[in-house]
């Protein structure tokens, strides 16, 4: 361990005094876009239409909206709490300023575990989508590890080399799977001359009432999940204070607009009882619109979606887990920057293991649900977090880079469906719920009575800030 | 106030910390596989000899049903006729409204006390 | 054996370079840098050397 002590005078490790290596700062906010957006996408090429199952197409069209309110408050708060925390570990780290240590720590754990299971989700729908080309091709019974292992290792490859070439592979990818779908509503809905679309024949009344769209909210949020991955690559944007909320609110913009052509396109074409179970529902889409390039844009489209979605997952995870590990919430090993390719390497090494096993071994659906809630227990901690920030720093204390309006409506508003969120996966997911809830509460029962020992206390608290009101 | 010097943790226990969350972390994921608790399943309820209007189809249904691969009513029957059952009891409502409050309520409070650790060592005492 | 099969054992062998290449640079990575260099990594850098918070 170095003798940098960020209370020293001369070796404070911050700057000129004391640090040799850190990670690199070359990322615009285009990439930012690319990693939020490349993130989620993948929802919108398959996953999304669960809702339809859980509550008919108008339930899944209300979720898409009420959903898109929730990130919207989630965009708005990251990005005023992010501009003026810009660290990696995103959440993680403003938890760690703004509420206290162990909530972070639990902060950190949605965040790794969260995007360590999308990456595996994210990783069988590739084997899963190969194994459909070799079938379309006429071979039957490929081996789908092969091809899971390979994206996985890719990806890790390529994070491990550096950000900039991560994030600019995601970037192009992403563009190109969010044109497919633009490509696929304009060509259904304008220029086709004899539109396939067929609303008014296929549309149904509410199947289980109102209850189906509370229901819905459950896979509602697989239109927008990971968009708060943005606030991951703090440390690493040439101008965060500018790029972050730039690319964060460009990128739920994206989003809104993609969730809810998808959604047009796809109830016009497909029966609701089919769409809710459907496994890649824009192909499908694709493939009933009759036009053979608009298969094959929407095949490429999805892969592109899984591999986008898989390598910000990565990017992502390790962030957290570098930062916990920089910190002594886990052990100081993770901490170490490559010197060359100024990437977490040992913190990527270490999540490419277990994401293997979670890809191999688990279950995609516990593995989805698993994902959700933790991403939902993240999003159930940050209207707590804004207003607290608000509270122990007020506006006229610290310069934002962005300040979200209407304060403290988004918070309330983002409580509120958190709630509505919570009880629609307890109506699918209810011991998942209760057996995730346990995990948290023993882990920080541990973390707080064991593992807090190892973690300096000042040391922690590096934003240059002044006293916070009321302490 | 003095400041709080970290012991050094050895090497072993160090390894043992990731062991220890990586194993209460896979246990989340398989217990509710063993105790069977999986999450909600649809359940059909095809009738005998489907026909397209028997489960509600208009022409133009059928017809994306056939350009969907399903030819004949009693191929999408099941499909048509799945349907989750929402149903629920107050009880169960009340340990999950319990659970998720009890969690935060905790992790607060314990934040609570070690972030005002944090400020009076950063800060220095009021 | 047809096309299928030959991808196979390409994934199969592509994962194993792109992993061994990983596991070759970090160890090499580890041995020819001091734990203290690779780990004097900050938080907090940015704030510290671009602008002073005012009050």
New interface residues.
Partial sequence: MSNTDITSAEMDGMGPKGTKLGLARVLGPAHIWGLGVGIVLVGEYMGWNFAVGKGGAYAALLACWFAGILYSCVAMIDSEVTSTVAAAGGQYTQAKHIVGPLMAFNVGLYLVFAYTMLEAANAITFGFLIDTVAGMTGHEGLDQRPFIILSIMFLAWLNYRGVLATLTFSLVITAFAFCAIIALFLSTAVFMSDSPLRHVELMTDLPYGWLGVLAAMHFGLWYYLGIEGTCQAAEEVRSPARALPFGTLAGIMTLLIAATLTWYVSVGLMPWEYLGQAGVPLFDAARLSGSMTLMVLLGVGTMFATLASANGCINDASRAWFAMGRDHYLPDWFGAVHPKFRTPYRSIIFLVPIALVFALGAPLDQVITFSILSGLLGYTFMPMNVILFRRKWPLDTIKRGYEHPFHPIPAIILLCLCGVTFFAVFLGYGSQLVAMLSFYIIVSLWFHFWRYRFVRRAAQFTMPWPRPRGY | MA?????V?SKIS??I??I???V??????????F?N?V??A?TSNVPDNPTWEGLG?????VE??N??GYATAAD?AE??T???D?S?SIL??L??IV??V???A???R??????????????GDK | MDIWNVMEYTAWGLSIVFGLYIVIDWIKTDSTYSEEELMSSREGELEAMTEEQQL
């Fill in positions: 400041n709080y010097i970290p012991p943790q160090q390894i910390d990731v220890v969350l990586l209460l972390a896979v246990g989340a994921l398989y217990v509710p596989l105790l608790l999450g909600s649809q189809q208009n022409p133009t249904m994306k049903w350009e969907l999408a499909l048509i799945a349907r989750f929402y629920f169960n409502l340990v999950m659970v998720v009890g969690y935060y905790i992790v607060l314990f934040s609570g006390k070690e972030y005002r650790e944090v400020i009076s060592e950063k800060f």
